[in-house]
């Protein structure tokens, strides 16, 4: 049973430019979330995806832009990249129904923009 | 969003000793969540507490939910050099991750 995958492990990308980071959820799970994760700090909520749509949306400017694949794998993109959106990107998978919160990580995307 | 504070941001102790981080709301929740991170790796889900007053154990992990439901603990008994990392408490419907308690254990 795979568990959550990220693609690519490691990146570079100059400033200005755009990035696209992917994410495969854990066998049956329908929920995909995105967090930033700056050196020395805790996940930053980016958003969450169900059923092909957006769902919740934490703090990040429109150039954060996702997407949900009817297979439930996503997608981050992240246009016009700043130095300061350098950070690990974590994918979380989760199933939506049921009382339970739990969210699958996967190793994360390490973005160095320069 | 909900936001959490947790307490204290870093302890160090020495192999064998206790360890306890305190996760604080200013508003009651629906629910809680713990995670740890090894230094280099992804957060990890280690338990979700729902009830008021739950006391949950894994090994020598003793989770608590307060009994306002607007507080939690996370207690390390006999502390080992695998205890390493930062751990997170996490309002469980809102995603937002505390500011984490950073734990180094002295061999």
């Known amino acids: 049973d795979a568990g959550v995958t990220q693609s690519p492990t490691h990146l570079i990308k100059t400033r200005g430019q755009q990035v696209t980071l992917r994410c495969s959820p854990k066998?049956?799970?329908?929920?995909v979330s995105w967090y930033q994760q700056a050196l020395g700090q805790g996940p930053q909520f980016i958003f969450q995806y169900y059923e092909e749509e957006e769902r919740q949306r934490g703090n990040f400017p429109d150039r954060f832009s996702g997407h949900q694949f009817p297979n439930y794998s996503s997608e981050l993109n992240v246009n016009a990249l700043l130095l300061g959106d350098s950070a690990l990107y974590l994918c979380a998978s989760s199933l939506r129904q049921g009382s339970s919160y739990e969210q699958y990580f996967g190793p994360g995307t390490r973005l160095t923009v320069t | 969003g909900q936001q959490v504070m947790q307490i204290p941001q870093y302890q160090h102790v020495q192999e064998g000793e206790d360890f306890t981080t305190y996760c604080n709301s200013s508003?009651?929740?629906?629910?809680i969540q713990w995670y740890k991170q090894r230094p280099g790796g992804h957060p990890v889900f280690l338990i979700q507490l729902v009830k008021s007053g739950e006391v949950k154990k894994q090994k020598r992990l003793t989770f608590q939910f307060g009994e306002a439901k607007k507080n939690s603990s996370l207690h390390i008994t006999a502390t080992q050099t695998t205890d390493v990392g930062t751990y997170f408490c996490?309002?469980?419907?809102?995603?937002?991750f505390g500011t984490g308690t950073s734990l180094t254990v002295i061999p």
């Open positions: 066998s049956g799970h329908d929920t």
């Open positions: 996490v309002p469980g419907n809102q995603f937002y």
């Open positions: 508003t009651t929740l629906s629910n």
